[in-house]
């Protein structure tokens, strides 16, 4: 082989092995969902992978399902409990409600 030809191969090599190391670490990451909490003491759910982290995390949860349990469960905190949730974001209530969670219950 011509050193060109080698060249190449090392580097369509290298691209194959970065994007399927990329693929993997982001299916370990995919089903992974966080609750975290704001300053105020309001509740998201948010990937794992998102990129800002908002809040403090509270919990974490493989399935979103999961998570919106795990939420629910954190619910009911008094002003200055930050183990518990005063509210959630208005999308994490329709998200969990997609879920068959109900956050307002």
């Known amino acids: 082989m011509t050193r060109p030809v080698r060249s190449v191969?090392?580097?369509v090599a290298s691209l194959v092995l970065t994007v399927v190391v990329a693929m993997t670490s982001r299916v370990v990451l995919a089903g992974d969902w966080q609750l975290r909490s704001n300053s105020r003491g309001v509740c998201s759910l948010q990937p794992s992978d998102s990129v800002p982290l908002l809040g403090k995390p509270l919990s974490r949860s493989a399935t979103k399902r999961e998570a919106c349990e795990a939420a629910k469960s954190h619910g009911d905190g008094p002003p200055g409990?930050?183990?518990?949730?005063v509210g959630y974001t208005p999308n994490t209530v329709?998200?969990?409600r997609t879920e068959g969670v109900d956050l307002r219950k």
């Open 81 to 85: 409990d930050t183990k518990k949730c």
């Open 94 to 96: 329709k998200f969990c």
């Open 9 to 11: 191969k090392r580097i």
